[in-house]
């Protein structure tokens, strides 16, 4: 069989050979339904283009440096980003390149097109994932074919991996075909499930004005219907709180417009179209005789149909499942601009003033009651702006990755992270933060007496009025420096003041020459992005890009300053059941702290509680001399490492020495200046140390498995932040 071909002109063609959407669509076409002009490249292509470049040893090199179950969404978009840079790198062959040009040209050569993936392993009913491999709209003829890799590189896409143990993805076994097909001018668009997913026996139709995209997206809420399958009597209608946009193509870009005025009150369908959908898929149902989901278009009264695919599940969620809370994260350009709206403009000021209001109470002066209370709000509006965390600010991180993939698909670099060179333009409160660490490192380093005053270590606070006021100025914007000290204030400044003195022992980072080389480089995306059909301009999307880096780190700044106020409280009513002698007070949550004080509850639970660390595994017979993981930020730093699993360990951190973790919290990001260099368990180009640790130009590895178990404290190690490679001499 041949590597491309009309679907309609091949109607044995097998799964194997052109997918699950493939076999749908010649299955549909084989039941006399109207389907677009469709061509099909074979998974034999994927398969000699893999071959000609020896990508599956590369994508092998790339997947298993972790194994995939161990990583966070960080590292799992690191890793997709790295394998499609592998896919846009890389040519197609010229004998494949000249067969598949031949035949696209020939239908294709005046139309948009629509490039779909189909892998072999999908849409079927055992593994039946919508929207889990990349699609792309409205593509012209001479771009069909730089959207084939794109497509095949979807294969191993963060939403492919968070799905590969039901996939059976392997580099050996899986394989991707590529379904081509003509765009039609949609009126109105939407989806068909022959069957209630969530389980009622009715049919339910969701419909948009305008192409699906938006309704995939989850951009545009649809209208839906829930109909009777044996009379065709709607039984509900659901309408949209409001229509107001759709999703069209123009000029070869997809875009939301508004709907015409006129449009805005009526449903996409009137019950003429809703019954010719309903009995048309309801003879797809019995003709393939299991429920579908069917994508349709109406264009001038036609009725498209463009893809169907098994229902896998009816009526089963699980709740335990995290993975479709990690593909939501993927957000689009106008998404990301109201999220950004929402994260500076309310999210952000709010945490920081209500921090402020809880900072002016006086936690002292309250009767066992009040403070009762304030326990009881503190830890509310605690998990609530912990909330309002994970449901903003984290999808707003993907800012960065939209930026980084477009920068990756116009300028194809070498390196896949080369992007991120671009981003460092903004102030960041850690920045900030440290900087003020540096000043007061310059006071002691001009005042002899002021520098023996700290190295002494009495336990007494330095007297210098200068120092002091800068002191106090410090700990009044970032009073949670040093976290897990929160009840102590002298301890936590006894141990601010050794930071400080490290921090003598070390010069300013002064940034390299790369402020030249990163004007270059943006310098060259904005030119290419004004000769790309993208409906955002370049140094809007830069932008929206240096304020997700920021944000990635400023915001949990913002909310370990709430976190600190919720902690205060606790902390006062603990010391104040410690001063009346309630046996487990120390260690008593703040529900148990509340109920005491509140009279609701007169005894605690005296008995020791658990440990909440990790015990440290024993690698009592393994010497590792060579260790791998991600390089996060380039340069070579070699020194004596210092493996922190404690807070005891962190205090400890001596100027110069190498810092192994399993990750740094933001709030102790203060600790990254004095480092040689930095080696993380968990992995990704935007976990906080790594962007920390660019900022000062200090070599990272992240992603290292077992980091804290196969290094220990004294060990001299040697970390290539180029490679990706720490070298370890035992003590």
């Known amino acids: 069989m041949k590597r491309i071909f009309f679907l309609e002109h091949e109607k044995t063609a097998t799964v194997q050979q052109v997918g699950g959407k493939g076999v749908g669509l010649r299955d549909l076409l084989a039941a006399g339904c109207n389907v677009p002009k469709t061509v099909c490249i074979t998974s034999d292509a994927y398969d000699g283009f893999l ?29 997709a980003l790295r394998v499609k840079a592998l896919f846009l790198a890389a040519s197609i062959p010229s004998e494949v390149e000249n067969e598949l040009s031949l035949l696209l040209n020939s239908a294709f050569a005046n139309s948009l097109v629509a490039v779909r993936s189909s892998a072999t392993d999908e849409d079927q009913v055992a593994g039946s994932f919508a929207g889990l491999h990349e699609s792309y709209l409205n593509i012209p003829c001479d771009k069909i074919i730089d959207h084939v890799k794109k497509v095949w590189a979807s294969l191993w896409s963060d939403r492919a991996l968070l799905y590969r143990q039901e996939l059976g993805l392997s580099v050996e076994t899986s394989r991707m075909a590529v379904v081509v097909q003509e765009m039609v001018s949609s009126d109105v668009s939407g989806i068909c499930f022959t069957h209630d997913p969530m389980g009622s026996s009715h049919m339910v139709v969701e419909a948009v004005y305008g192409l699906n995209q938006g309704l995939v997206d989850g951009q545009i809420e649809p ?127 709010s945490m920081e003033s209500e921090a402020a209001e809880f900072a002016q109470i006086n936690l002292d002066a309250l009767d066992d009651h009040a403070l009762a209370e304030a326990i009881e709000h503190r830890t509310q509006r605690n998990s609530y702006w912990a909330d309002m965390y994970w449901e903003k600010c984290i999808p707003f991180a993907h800012g960065v990755r939209l930026f980084g993939e477009i920068y990756n698909e116009l300028l194809t670099p070498a390196d896949p992270y080369e992007f991120v060179q671009l981003l460092s333009s903004r102030k960041m409160l850690s920045t900030s933060r440290n900087k003020q660490l540096y000043e007061l490192a310059s006071l002691v380093n001009e005042n002899p007496k002021l520098k023996q005053e700290l190295e002494q270590h009495d336990g007494t606070l330095p007297t210098d009025p200068m120092f002091r006021g800068q002191l106090d ?259």
């Not at 470049?53 to 990583?71: F, S």
């Not at 009137?270 to 299991?290: I, S």
């Not at 350009?333 to 950004?340: F, M």
């Not at 990750?663 to 930095?678: E, K, Q, W």
């Open 51 to 79: 071959d000609f470049h020896g990508l599956r040893e590369k994508i092998g090199l790339v997947l298993n440096r972790k194994q995939q179950q161990d990583m966070r969404w960080e590292e799992i978009w690191d890793t």
């Open 223 to 349: 209208d839906r219907w829930f109909v009777d399958k044996a009379d065709g009597a709607v039984r509900q209608w659901i309408q949209p709180s409001r229509r107001t946009k759709q999703t069209t193509a123009r000029a070869g870009v997809i875009g939301l417009e508004d709907i015409p005025e006129s449009q805005r009150d009526r449903p996409p369908l009137t019950a003429g179209e809703l019954l010719q959908l309903k009995e048309v898929c309801l003879r797809l149902e019995q003709h393939f005789n299991q429920p579908l989901d069917i994508e349709w278009t109406i264009s001038g009264g036609q009725l498209y149909l463009l893809q169907a695919r098994p229902i896998s599940t009816l009526a089963s969620v699980d709740r335990e499942d995290k993975r479709p809370w990690y593909l939501s994260l993927h957000r689009s350009y106008d998404n990301l601009v109201q999220l950004r709206d929402a994260i500076e403009h309310d999210v952000l000021p």
């Open 473 to 731: 100025d410090l700990l009044s914007q970032y009073g949670f420096l040093f976290p897990g000290l929160e009840e102590d204030h002298e301890q936590r400044l006894l141990v601010v003041m050794k930071v400080i003195l490290e921090y003598t022992r070390i010069q300013p980072a002064q940034r390299d020459g790369g402020v030249a080389r990163s004007k270059e480089l943006e310098l060259r995306f904005l030119k290419r992005m004004q000769q790309a059909e993208y409906p955002f301009n370049g140094g809007d999307l830069l932008d929206l890009a240096r304020a997700s880096y920021c944000i990635r780190d400023d915001d949990n700044v913002y909310l370990g300053k709430i976190e600190l106020q919720a902690a205060a409280a606790v902390n006062a009513g603990r010391q104040r059941l410690v001063a009346r002698q309630v046996t487990g007070a120390e260690h008593a949550s703040p529900k148990e702290v509340s109920a005491v004080l509140a009279g609701q509850q007169q005894n605690l639970d005296s008995r020791p509680r658990k440990s909440s660390t990790t015990p440290k595994k024993s690698y009592s017979r393994v010497t590792a001399r060579q260790i791998v993981g991600q390089p996060a930020a380039k340069g070579v730093g070699q020194g004596v490492a210092r493996v922190v699993c404690e807070l005891e360990d962190l205090k400890n951190f001596q100027a110069g020495e190498i810092l192994v973790v399993d990750s740094i919290d933001p709030n102790m990001t203060f600790i990254v200046p004095l480092a040689a260099a930095i080696i993380e368990k968990r992995g990704g180009m935007l976990i906080h140390g790594a962007i920390i640790a660019r900022e000062y130009g200090i070599p990272c590895i992240t992603g290292v498995p077992d980091a804290t178990a196969l290094i220990t404290t004294g060990d001299k190690v040697t970390v290539d932040g180029y490679l990706g490679i720490l070298t370890i001499e035992k003590k």
